[in-house]
C-alpha cells in the first residue's frame, strides 16, 4: 500500500519531528552506506536513476522520517526487521515518516529505490531522527557483489500489475520482487542494477533494425541513464558475477538482424571482460520471448558464447530462464509476475552457487 506525505498520520508526525527540534542527518554523512550508482555531484542532494539503488543506515531514537526531492517516486523501506512497506514522494512530497514508536537503542533503515526514475531524476535529502538522536557507524556490507544489466524484466515492470492486459505504471513497478532482489539476497551480496524497461543489446524495442544509438551498451559507461555529464567510477563497485539479461526487445518485434545483435553481444562482453578482469559473467536469455524469436535469440547468444569463448574470454557463462507459460500469472503487459520471479531466482541461485563455490 502506498502512503503519500500528506495522509494525516504522515503530516502530524511531520510537524511534530519539526517541533521537538528534530535531529537532520545530511545525505553525505559517513554513516550512510549507498549502494548502486549515485551522482553525488550536489552532496547534499545526491541524484539516482536506477531501479535497485539503496540507502542504508543505523541509528538511534525511536523515530525516522526520510528527505527527498518532491516528486522522487517509489521506494521500498525497511525498518529493523520490520516488513518492508513501499512509499512514495509525490510532486508535493518532501519528507515522509518510516518509523515512530521504536524501542530499544539502536535501529537500521534500508530504502530502495524500485521504479525506473530516468525521467522524474529522484533524489535524496537526508534523514530526520527525534531530537538528540544520531546515525550510529555503519553496518559493513556483504563482501559478495552481484551486478545485473537489463531490461524490464530486471527493473521489475508490472510486477505489481494484477494481470497481463493492465499496462504499465510506475505505480505498479517494483524491483523489490525481482529475481535479481531475490537472487542476491538469497547469496548475501551486494547488489548493483543498470537496467532500463525497452532498451536493448544493438536495437531497443520495435526500433531500428539496423540498430539504436541509446542501447545498453553506450549507457553503461555512465552514472545516470540519458546523462553523459558523469562516467561512471567502474572502481568503485567492482563485481564478482555479472548477470546479462538483455535480448528481450531486440527480438520481440520483426525486422530483427541476429547478426547484428550477436557482433554487439560479443563486443559488450569483451569490454565488461576489460573493464572487470576478474568478474564471471553470465549470458542470460529471459523467459518472455517463445517461438522462432526465442529461438533465434538463444541461438546468437550461443553463437556470442562460442565466438567468446574460441577468442580466449575467460569465466563467461550461458544461462537460459525458464520461458513463462503464464501459470504462475503475468504482470503489466504479459511481463513476469511475482511468482514467476521466485521461479527465476530459484532457477538462477543453483547455478551462480555452482560457478562461484558460494554457499
Known sequence: MIKHLFSIAAALFAATIVAQAATPISPADKGIVYTGRVNFT???????????????????????????KPGSGYFMVQVDNQPARKIFFSKGDSVIQL????????????AMLVYEGYRDRPEFRGFLLADGAKLLAATRQPERRMEYIGNSITCGYGTEAANGDIHYTDSTENHYYTYAVL????????????????????????????????????????TSLYDDSQLWNHSSYVPHVICICL????FSTPGYKSELYQANYEAFVKKLRKIHPKAKIVMITGPMLNGEASKVHVSAVDGAYKNLTSAGVKDIYRFDFTTQTGALGYGADYHPSKAQNVK??????????????WK
Do not use: C
Open 42 to 68: 550536489n552532496p547534499e542532494s545526491p541524484l539516482m536513476v536506477y531501479p535497485g539503488t539503496s540507502i542504508k543506515a543505523n541509528f538511534t531514537g525511536s523515530e525516522i522520517a526520510m528527505k527527498a
Open 99 to 110: 518509523a515512530t514508536g521504536l524501542r530499544g537503542d539502536h535501529h537500521s533503515v534500508d
Open 183 to 222: 537472487t542476491s539476497r538469497a547469496l548475501n551480496a551486494q547488489h548493483n542494477v543498470v537496467a532500463r524497461s525497452g532498451i536493448g543489446m544493438y536495437r531497443n524495442y520495435n526500433g531500428n533494425p539496423d540498430g539504436d544509438k541509446d542501447i545498453m551498451p553506450k549507457w553503461y559507461d555512465y
Open 247 to 250: 535480448g528481450t526487445n531486440d
Open 344 to 357: 527465476m531466482s530459484n532457477e538462477l541461485i543453483p547455478f551462480i552457487r555452482k560457478i562461484t563455490g
